[in-house]
């Protein structure tokens, strides 16, 4: 294969990925703003300036599209905790600013995330993907405890904060937020861990 083949491959390729980012971000938008229901090939192609045939290329089936976004939610989640987990500082703090953001900046990707996750419910593709946020909660909330409990409750919590901050549509105070997932932890917590 010589380089201009390579470039035109490499070319192609940046292409796609670009174009399926753009689908994606479409079908967050049409989440956010119709909800879960709102989202079809046609809405999504709409949306994104692209035709139906095209965004059926990208991803065969609605199954497929609503996967490929909720992933894209998930992954910058995941990221997100992971530096928590892995950086110095209070977990907890870190956390709480991370529910926080729901209401704020990140509100409406935390917006197609919730809606999406209850969705599969009914859509048991959607539920691997769905289960990534109380995952990487319980992640680290075993690097404060080896309770099980504990655990459980901190992520229910998480989980608890995020959609009364979503419903509620008012910004949430980051001290208020640490001091029940705190308290989710138990008493006894030290919270600089």
């Known amino acids: 294969m010589g380089d201009d083949e390579e470039h035109r491959i490499d ?15 479409a079908t967050l938008a049409v989440v956010t703003r119709d909800g879960a229901a709102g989202v079809t090939h046609r809405t999504v192609a709409k949306q ?5 045939s095209l965004s059926t290329y ?31 500082g209070d977990k907890l703090h870190g956390l709480a600013e991370l529910i926080v ?28 993907v769905a289960r990534h946020w109380r ?25 608890g904060l995020c959609t009364a901050i979503l419903i509620d549509n008012i910004p949430a105070d980051i001290d208020y ?3 029940v997932l705190s308290q989710a932890l138990g008493a ?3 919270a600089s861990a």
């Open 11 to 25: 070319g192609r390729r940046a292409r796609g990925t670009k174009r399926r980012a753009e689908i994606i971000d």
């Open 58 to 88: 990208y991803f065969a089936t609605l199954d497929d599209l609503l996967v490929a976004a909720l992933s894209s939610v998930a992954d910058a989640y995941t990221a997100h905790i992971r530096q928590i987990i892995d950086g110095p």
């Open 48 to 52: 994104a300036g692209i035709t139906t």
């Open 101 to 128: 953001n729901s209401g704020g900046p990140g509100r409406e990707r935390a917006l197609a995330e919730r809606e999406l996750s209850t969705l599969a419910a009914r859509r048991p593709a959607l539920a691997p």
């Open 188 to 190: 006894h917590h030290d």
């Open 177 to 179: 937020v640490h001091r």
């Open 135 to 159: 995952e990487n909660v319980a992640e680290l909330a075993s690097t404060l405890t080896d309770d099980p409990e504990a655990i459980a409750t901190l992520v229910a919590a998480s989980d």
